[in-house]
């Protein structure tokens, strides 16, 4: 008998064709739609350019950026304090592709209509391969309007903070071709509670803007300690201000800058965050003194912008994964996506997917639009709806689609399980699901106008019995201030429901929008997959399934 007869004990079938080298933004025709429907037809070369890198080469490259994460070295093999972090090389070249293709820069350098839509969509592609790098990414573009508040101190940093060449080298800012830009603004005692900061900032020569101080103080959050420069607050005398605080000094030596420790993180791993102390580290005041929340606040809306961004693409990447997979995969011996239980998921997960990238693409049309007074207040309340609704749909949406694929969605050779890990960072950063909806009430009440301009966006239901009935709820809520941060939660999300009802109401795919409708205003059940009966659940998923050929 042959021992070797019975070596092979099966053979590999019924498995599911490799995603690998798909252009995402190929394979993604709600991005196409939408990313056009609000003015950003003009970069589709560069999407396309953009899509092939993201699903091949910079794909790859995120498994390995998260494979080898970041490393602190304190100190040289000589004893002296050099504060660096090293990364994989891999995460240099998804930082490198990212600044080569604009999405830090590409809204400040040619601010055309559609250029924030654009550059939304650059970003969804590329958090799909890796959101990690995105922190230093979204920091250095969101840092532009602060700092030009300071023409002095802009005149020095903005060439090397929009320019196209990434440039890791530690280095003084005059030696460097590129900037990254970083933010420190939390402590311990306070987290999102910047008030209760500690730091103090002690001038220099002559105290105000544009002028040189020492900073004495702790930062329990520093995200992407290797940026050539921070925005961050201390208090002076007349309080709390805000800071530009570089690496380096003026003569060249290290600033006082030291980084405690990086943070062991749930997810972001190729992203460094850190603890750091300033021990006398010079900076530079940005903005009024004792008006620094309202000088970085512009900075913190757009990075809460980009959490959007973020959350929407790791959604759309998930239900990538699930609708492809399920377009092979066969059980029983019939594929997955045309057994009825599974349509119903997959539809229900597209849908989930295409109302969180409207709201974001709509939220870029507004910034684009930001002369024009009713886009400025709809940017301003939305931010906070949108970070709140799409940030805290994202990780049960990416556990659901993790479920199509059966065991195969927990295991680490799938994106699956990083982009679970990755989720609930954004509804955490920049401040979490109860300082957004707070937000939106402050905005609300405080404000002249929010609260007229976010009725004017949702008009009178667009035809929808459904809508309409829905938007005269919010009103009636709205109208009713009694315990109304008790219910803060509640109204946030009735508002993020009607604006991306509207949105795909207004785009004219009945298909999509009446399932939407159907569902999120209808009779609904509690977790995905609980469409009701008169959805085209086919055409549905069909709309988001990624085609190869």
């Not at 008030?195 to 001038?203: C, E, K, Y």
């Not at 105290?207 to 208090?235: I, N, R």
């Not at 229900?348 to 870029?364: F, K, V």
């Amino acid at each position: 008998m042959n021992p070797n007869l019975n070596a092979e004990t099966h053979e590999v079938f019924n498995q599911v064709p490799p995603l690998d080298g798909a252009n995402l933004y190929r394979v993604d025709l709600p991005l196409q739609e939408w990313n056009r429907r609000f003015g950003g037809a003009w970069a589709e070369d560069r999407l396309h350019s953009y899509g092939a890198l993201t699903g091949g080469p910079l794909m790859a490259a995120g498994f390995l950026a998260n494979e080898q994460k970041p490393v602190f070295k304190s100190h040289d093999r000589y004893g002296h304090r050099i504060d660096l972090v090293e990364f994989h090389p891999a995460y240099h070249e998804l930082m490198g592709a990212a600044i080569k293709h604009g999405l830090p820069s590409s809204p400040w350098i040619d601010p055309r209509s559609g250029a924030h839509v654009a550059r939304a969509s650059l970003s969804y592609l590329h958090s799909q391969a890796e959101a990690g790098s995105g922190c230093p990414l979204t920091m250095t573009y969101a840092s532009v309007p602060a700092i030009k508040l300071q023409p002095d101190i802009a005149e020095i940093w903005l060439p090397k903070i929009l320019s196209t060449e990434y440039d890791p080298r530690n280095l003084p800012i005059e030696q460097k071709t590129g900037a990254t830009i970083g933010m420190a603004m939390t402590e311990k005692q306070g987290g999102t509670d910047v008030r209760a900061n500690t730091t103090r900032a002690h001038p220099v020569g002559i105290p105000g803007p544009g002028q040189a101080y020492e900073l004495v103080g702790h930062k329990w959050f520093c995200s992407a300690p290797m940026c050539d420069a921070f925005l961050t607050l201390a208090y002076t005398d007349k309080g709390l201000s805000c800071f530009l605080l570089p690496r380096h000094r003026p003569d060249g030596s290290r600033n006082e800058f030291y980084i405690q420790r990086l943070k062991n993180k749930l997810g972001n791993w190729s992203n460094a965050s850190s603890e750091v102390e300033y021990r006398g580290a010079l900076a530079w005041m940005i903005g009024e003194e004792g008006r620094g929340v309202p000088t970085i606040i512009e900075m913190v809306s757009l990075t809460r912008f980009d959490c959007m961004i973020g959350s929407s693409a790791l959604m759309r990447q998930a239900l990538t994964q699930a609708t492809h997979h399920c377009a092979y995969r066969k059980v029983g011996g019939r594929v997955l996506a045309e057994q009825p239980l599974m349509q119903n998921v997959l539809a229900d997960l597209a849908l989930e997917s295409e109302a969180a990238l409207a709201l974001t693409l709509r939220m870029g049309k507004a910034l684009d639009n930001a002369h024009d007074e009713q886009e400025e207040k709809f940017a301003r309340l939305v931010t906070a709806i949108g970070k709140y609704w799409i940030c805290k749909r994202a990780p049960a949406m990416i556990n659901e689609a993790q479920e199509c694929l059966g065991g195969a969605g927990y295991v680490e050779e799938t994106i699956l399980p990083r982009l679970y890990r990755e989720a609930p960072v954004n509804s955490i950063w920049e401040g979490s699901g109860n300082v957004q909806c707070l937000d939106v009430l402050r905005a609300l009440s405080k404000e002249p106008g929010v609260l007229e301009a976010l009725f004017t966006e949702l008009g009178d239901g667009h035809g929808d019995a459904r809508l309409k009935a829905h938007i005269g709820k919010v009103q009636a809520a709205f109208r009713d201030t009694d315990d109304i941060q008790f219910r803060a939660r509640q109204l946030t999300e009735d508002v993020a429901i009607a604006l991306q009802a509207k949105l795909l109401l207004e785009a004219g795919n009945s298909t999509v929008s009446d399932a939407f409708l159907a569902s999120r205003l209808g009779d609904g059940g509690r977790v995905y997959g609980t469409l009701p009966r008169s959805v085209d659940a086919p055409a549905l998923v069909a709309r988001s399934t990624p085609h190869l050929a």
